[in-house]
């Protein structure tokens, strides 16, 4: 199985041009679209929402991560292996908070160029025609050269912005909810939010918080936009009250 997870939007070609490539590369191995909306050029965000969003996937799961504003200048491509899961894509940090929460960790530097490769389009170019062969079973591919660590590295520790708004309004953030006291308040905008388990626990039009599918504290708003009602963008800061030992970053 192959995993897209990209700031290209499904809007232009880039989604097609690189399953066009693998389509030919891994005829008949699935292709899972798992995000095409990351926050335009935020590999930061996308680190935190990556993941989250990766667990549960079966091992020897391969993923393309694309959100790399630095494409064609100095930065590494990298092939990491996570406890399992074999990760494609740039040195920009987008999989360093993955690979800093697995248990079994291995990285390599992708050191081979196609002589037909695009300057800036590395996601089409580089990283699938090795996503591919890694799907088929290739271990490892020519051209990979084993490293101690990716360059670029972000605290792994929960990040407590808004990370992610979804079609609803609702605003993701980098918070585990797991380790959150329920009884926390969530500060955003000027204004207290209590959690709840379901949006079908508070009044229609009233803001709260709660733990989503994929462990995350999200703020919502039951049955409106919570970036709308709160004004709400990514990257905004959310603090928690005071005494329960959270941490804002």
């Known amino acids: 199985m192959i995993v897209l997870f990209t700031d290209f939007s499904l809007h232009d070609p880039y989604v097609g041009q690189l399953k066009a490539v693998l389509a030919q590369a891994c005829p008949g191995q699935p292709v899972i679209d798992l995000l ?30 694309v959100v790399d504003p630095g494409v064609g200048s100095a930065r590494d491509a990298l092939v990491i292996e996570a406890d399992g899961h074999y990760l494609v894509g740039p040195d920009n940090g987008l999989f360093s908070v993955r690979m800093q929460r697995a248990a079994h960790v291995r990285c390599w530097r992708i050191d081979r160029r196609p002589p037909d490769c695009s300057n800036t389009f590395h996601g089409r170019d580089i990283f699938a025609p090795i996503a591919a062969r890694l799907a088929q079973g290739e271990r ?32 993701w953030t980098g918070l585990r909810g797991p380790g959150i006291d329920r009884q926390t308040q969530l500060q955003i905008a000027g204004q207290a939010l209590r959690h709840a388990n379901t949006f079908a626990e508070v009044p229609k039009g009233q803001p709260f918080w709660y733990v989503n599918s994929s462990g995350l504290v999200e703020i919502a708003v039951n049955r409106d936009s919570a970036a709308e009602r709160l004004g709400l963008r990514i990257g905004d800061i959310v603090r928690l009250s005071p005494g329960q030992g959270q941490r804002v970053h």
């Open 36 to 65: 095409h909306i990351v926050p335009a050029f935020n590999a930061h965000a996308g680190a935190h929402l990556f993941s989250a969003l990766a667990q549960g996937f079966p091992p020897g799961t391969v993923f393309i991560g």
């Open 140 to 171: 490892m591919p020519e051209g990979l050269t084993l490293i101690d660590a990716p360059q670029v590295l972000f605290d792994a520790s929960d990040l407590a912005r808004i990370l992610y708004i979804d079609h609803y309004g609702n605003a």
